[in-house]
């Protein structure tokens, strides 16, 4: 149970880009939704295996629906701050400036360099060492299929973090994932 802060029960301010809506939501102390606003995502789908988000395009769909719901609840006194997304991937520069839209799990261009890992390294070393399969959705994959198609883009890369740690960047100016998302790099 959280304390109290200034005589009332603290309220979160809750942000999930999905793959079809971003949602923003005020979530009590107890876990009640009070207050829910979505916004459509605007996913970039070029050809039958391009699943892509333009970081300033996600940013700009928070933002209005934080808006939305703020302006609809402007008393909310928030406490905390949540951020989730779908699983996506966004190369940064040294400057820690998005080099590329995030590739969101459902891409599925790196089918080919999932095959290249098998024939490295067996299914069960892989597995018995990063507790995962090799797939497409996967960072390894993804990177080496950037470094096959777009080598200029891979040598410019200084980090890569997930779609929500870029969020959370853009509202702090820090750097940082978790280990969740982590281990979803292979």
Not at 87 to 94: I, K, S
Not at 112 to 138: F, S
Request: charged residues 25%; contains cysteine; aromatic residues 4%.
């Amino acid at each position: 149970v959280l304390p109290e802060k200034r005589g009332r029960r603290m309220a979160f301010l809750c942000i999930d880009i999905g793959t079809s809506n971003c949602r923003a939501a005020l979530v009590s102390h107890e876990g009640r939704v009070d207050a829910l606003v979505r916004e459509a995502t605007p996913l970039n789908r070029d050809g039958a295996r391009t699943v892509e988000l333009d970081c300033d395009a996600a940013w700009n769909i928070v933002i209005q629906c934080v808006t939305r719901l703020l302006r609809a609840h402007p008393h909310a006194a928030i406490d905390a701050i949540g951020c989730s997304a779908m699983l996506g991937y966004v190369p940064l520069d040294r400057d820690r400036r998005p080099l590329a839209p995030a590739m969101l799990y459902a891409d599925g261009r790196a089918s080919d360099q999932v095959r290249e890992i098998a024939k490295i390294i067996p299914a069960e070393t892989l597995h018995r060492v990063t507790g995962r399969r090799a797939a497409p959705e996967l960072l390894a994959p993804k990177l080496l299929w950037i470094k096959a198609h777009h080598p200029d883009l891979y040598r410019r890369i200084d980090i890569v973090i997930g779609l929500k740690d870029e969020m959370v960047h853009r509202m702090t100016g820090m750097v940082v994932t978790d280990s969740v998302h982590a281990n979803y790099s292979l």
